[in-house]
């Protein structure tokens, strides 16, 4: 499979840069065996069964984009000041963050990057493109990033007058919780109270699981032959109880239905070889394309994704290749809004 399998021509005027007001009003697309259905997010209970079970990433954003200045920790380092941008990616288990660095070649293993009075960075190790590990101190991380953080919009989202309010209400999903994220996890964007409340009359359940997308979700995939593609790791929890719930639902016949390709590309990862979901707590870089096997998921709901993008590659892998083309292909002429702050669409497994 070559990256030009996975590409397509998106007007610019496709591309959603606020999202649909009330959230559950956006645009569905029913991407179903006998064709394609036309509908709006609310409809979501009428294609859905009792029983079914719909996993969702309870991840919370967080402002990940940080400005420091390096400042010299010796007194024979001449390379004077430099402004430093950061880009948090995710945080490892003894406590240090993989953060991307902008103008990381005038940074050096040992430096000090200094965001604010109270919050500054040893640079522990410098990586590969432009990464490096970041040691952070502060009294209260998350308190310091909220004072000195901002949000990491998608770049197709114009804000040339800076990251709104509205905008950091907006890219929150109605289930954050656990911060970690520096990306939302945009299917659920889609979701209110009372969607969720007309999801739970019709017996559809609900269950959740945290990804933290990181930075690489905003990275293009660079060669031709995608099987050469490496994902970027992201940290994800399954709990005991959640395993339970997914396996005892596909037990009884239920469905299981992933919101968005984070908590699918999760529960894909914590599932053995029978499709047996078990607790979770580590890294993945499951990278899904067409010929994987799904285990678990049998419907999916996501969003419009970008093209070339592994995400592409994803739903093309669960709902087939051609079935994807002729969906986007009518998603577009039939005005349907794209990405993030997009419409979405709900996929029947091929």
Known sequence: MNLSDFDYHLPEERIAIAPARPRDSARLLHVAADGLHDLIVRDLPSLLRPGDLLVVNDTKVIPAQLTASRVNARSDDKRG????????????????????LRNAKRVRAGD????????SAEVLEMLEGGAALLRFTADDFYAALARSGALALPPY?????GITERDKADYQTVFATNEG?????????????????ALAARG????????HVGAGTFLP???????????????????????ARINATRKAGGRIIPV?????????????AEGIVHPFDSETDIFIIPGYRFKVADLLFTNFHLPKSTLLMLVSAFAGMERIRTAYAHAIASGYRFYSYGDACLLERA
């Open 181 to 197: 994220a520096v990306a939302a996890p945009t299917a659920g964007l889609h979701f209110t109270p009372e969607l969720l409340a």
């Open 157 to 161: 989202i114009a804000r040339p007058e």
């Open 221 to 243: 995939v660079r060669v031709e032959d995608v099987t050469q593609h490496r994902m970027h790791a992201e940290r994800g929890f399954v709990t005991a109880e959640t395993a």
């Open 112 to 119: 000090t990057l200094v965001i604010d009075p109270d919050f």
């Open 204 to 211: 559809v359940e609900t269950t959740r699981v945290t990804l």
């Open 260 to 272: 968005g390709t984070t908590a699918l590309r999760l529960i894909e990862s914590a599932a053995d």
């Open 81 to 100: 000041t430099a402004k430093i941008g950061i880009t948090l990616d995710r945080r490892l288990d003894d406590g240090s963050w993989r953060v991307l």
